[in-house]
């Protein structure tokens, strides 16, 4: 059914409490600001709105005023996920790499410094982990355009919805990948990371099968839970909510889901990462980048080509000595 053992990525995963407790405070510490600027924002809508000194007014000027808080948070969090939570999920993976391969590594506050040298080490420009981010969402926008495309032209009933459930499970699953190829990167300890990068690529699509039956099975896993502990946080959700000025009860929806998904992504994401970092690693063993299948990949995503371009061009800096597979100082 699946190939990975939950009990092996949850050891590993406790082996790494530092850094899940890391991940938790980041994002229930967003989760907290974007509260706040709810609030404020409705606060401030709810104020504006009672010059008018119309009820209704009042209540859609906090509402307003609170979408308006939600829409900066959520615009600010995303300029800082690529500085700042790609940099602590990069350390986290690093240290997962290293228990993966049978290697120990410290406990504490340690292992934060630990996986964040590792990151320095492989990685001398921290562009490369957001290109490969990049790269490989826009190859897999590609690949299901393309499946879109041809069905529009079968006269199947019905097809199109159900490609549209699938397209929206698979990208779902397929929320990892990006995760996975990082830890391919640190583990291979690689003097061109974008030459890597393609090459981890290729890999996966040469197995994006199996890779995609674990990755869907893990899916349902995690959104089962998730859905399970946002209707647990709606309760003190719905507490903060009636706080808000103009309350209303779509803010007790929204801060329910919003602390539901940063549980996710604290607990359950490393979880989801280990144990496909075991089917990935596994699957690949002894495999060898397939150039038939650079070939599709390169005619159907021109960021793929354009990653193939950046691994011809790689020149390491002078300073720069590659680690050894799995090497960290």
């Known amino acids: 059914m699946w190939d990975f053992s939950l009990s092996r990525a949850f050891g590993a995963v406790l082996r790494t409490l530092p850094f899940v407790m890391l991940r938790l405070i980041v994002y229930f510490g967003m989760a907290l600001f974007m509260v706040f600027a709810v609030a404020l924002g409705s606060g401030v809508g709810y104020g504006i709105g009672r010059m008018t000194a119309g009820y209704h007014a009042r209540l859609g000027g906090a509402l307003w005023g609170g979408l308006a808080g939600l829409a900066l948070t959520v615009g600010l969090i995303r300029l800082a996920r690529s500085y700042i939570l790609y940099l602590v999920k990069a350390g986290h993976i690093a240290v997962l790499v290293e228990l993966y391969d049978g290697r120990s590594i410290p406990a504490g506050e340690s292992q934060i410094r630990y996986g964040a040298q590792a990151v320095r080490t492989h990685f001398v420009e921290s562009s490369v982990l957001f290109g490969v981010d990049l790269a490989i969402k826009a190859v897999l926008q590609a690949l299901i355009s393309t499946v879109n495309r041809i069905s529009a032209f079968l006269p199947i009933p019905g097809l199109r919805a159900i490609l549209g459930i699938a397209e929206a499970v698979v990208r779902t699953s397929l929320t990892f990948v990006d995760e996975v190829i990082l830890a391919y990167l640190i583990r291979t300890g690689t003097e061109?990371?974008?030459?890597?990068?393609?090459?981890?690529?290729?890999?996966?699509?040469?197995?994006y099968r199996h890779f995609l039956k674990?990755?869907?099975?893990?899916?349902?896993?995690?959104?089962?839970?998730?859905?399970?502990?946002?209707?647990?946080?709606?309760?003190?959700?719905?507490?903060?909510?009636?706080?808000?000025?103009?309350?209303?009860?779509?803010?007790?929806?929204?801060?329910?889901?919003?602390?539901?998904?940063?549980?996710?992504?604290?607990?359950?994401?490393?979880?989801?990462?280990?144990?496909?970092?075991?089917?990935?690693?596994?699957?690949?063993?002894?495999?060898?980048?397939?150039?038939?299948?650079?070939?599709?990949l390169t005619t159907t995503s021109r960021k793929f080509q354009e990653l193939v371009d950046k691994a011809g061009r790689w020149a390491p800096s002078p300073s720069h000595q590659p680690p050894l597979p799995g090497a960290i100082p």
């Open 192 to 207: 061109n990371p974008w030459e890597t990068a393609k090459d981890g690529i290729i890999l996966y699509a040469q197995n």
């Open 214 to 296: 674990n990755a869907v099975w893990l899916t349902f896993f995690l959104w089962l839970i998730t859905l399970a502990m946002f209707a647990v946080f709606l309760v003190p959700a719905g507490i903060l909510a009636a706080a808000v000025p103009g309350s209303h009860w779509v803010w007790a929806i929204v801060f329910a889901f919003v602390f539901a998904r940063a549980l996710q992504l604290g607990m359950l994401e490393p979880l989801a990462i280990a144990a496909l970092m075991e089917v990935f690693f596994t699957r690949i063993e002894g495999q060898r980048p397939d150039p038939e299948w650079q070939q599709r």
